[in-house]
């Protein structure tokens, strides 16, 4: 607010507002699912908490969250490039299996130009031990890292995502068909937090800007 509007407020402030706005509730209803993980020993954590990188395309991270639309549960699924914080792929689905990580994988690994020496970081839920996920991540020569089990933190960027989906998005609407949640995560990701949400992480630069700001400096150092 105050980069973009010059305008100072808290997040008590924001509550307070919303409050006497009589803005309806976040909701905490879930799903009943349960992610499978796979055994420790075969799923080590190369990534360590490194979310700053210097460069696109060397570590990609992913989760999935759900969210209610007409009375069903869908499953959101996301590839966040560290180097921006830009979620470069996202993908809706009726079901959380591994075809909605495959075809989420597939969109950023063709968006992004097959990427060299990258590496994808996820937990240890059944979608991304499955093994025709894990034979296609090792067909391209892509180094799977998994979060420790238990412990979110391994993964925070992405849990800080869709914690500010569901705070300024999901949460504050009703949504009564397949399309009408697909357009509004649409108009968040690819509307608001790609090109328009600072980052500290990224000294308040956009995801967008970081990365057309790397551009620059890679077009400049090559000239």
């Known amino acids: 607010m105050e980069r973009d509007y010059g305008i100072k407020i808290s997040v008590g402030r924001v509550y307070r507002l919303m409050k006497t706005m009589?803005?309806?509730?976040?909701?905490?209803?879930k799903p009943s699912f349960v992610r499978a993980a796979a055994d420790e020993?075969?799923?080590?954590?190369h990534l360590k908490q490194l979310f700053t990188q210097k460069a696109p395309n060397l570590a990609w991270v992913s989760d999935f969250t759900y969210i209610r639309a007409g009375g069903k549960w869908y499953y959101l699924c996301i590839?966040?490039?560290?180097?921006?914080?830009?979620?470069?792929?996202?993908?809706?689905?009726?079901?959380?299996?591994?075809?909605?990580?495959l075809k989420t994988f597939k969109k950023a690994y063709a968006k992004r130009n097959a990427p060299f020496g990258l590496m994808f970081?996820?937990?240890?839920?059944?979608?991304?031990?499955?093994?025709?996920?894990?034979?296609?991540?090792?067909?391209?020569?892509?180094?799977?890292?998994f979060s420790k089990k238990g412990y979110p933190f391994d993964n925070a960027v992405c849990e800080s995502f869709f914690k500010y989906l569901k705070k300024e998005e999901t949460n504050r609407k009703t949504y009564h068909t397949f399309e009408e949640l697909k357009s509004s995560i649409f108009e968040y990701i690819e509307g608001y937090y790609n090109p328009k949400r600072p980052h500290g992480a990224l000294g308040y630069l956009t995801p967008n800007e970081a990365e057309a700001?790397?551009?620059?400096?890679?077009?400049?150092?090559s000239a």
Do not use: E
Request: charged letters at 20%; a negative charge; glycine letters at 2%.
């Open 121 to 145: 970081h996820s937990d240890r839920g059944s979608q991304y031990t499955a093994f025709a996920f894990r034979q296609l991540l090792d067909s391209l020569n892509v180094v799977q890292s």
């Open 41 to 45: 020993d075969d799923c080590p954590n």
């Open 213 to 221: 700001a790397y551009d620059s400096q890679i077009s400049s150092a």
């Open 79 to 101: 590839i966040i490039d560290l180097f921006s914080r830009k979620v470069i792929s996202w993908h809706l689905s009726g079901k959380p299996d591994v075809d909605l990580v």
């Open 22 to 29: 009589q803005l309806p509730p976040m909701s905490t209803v």
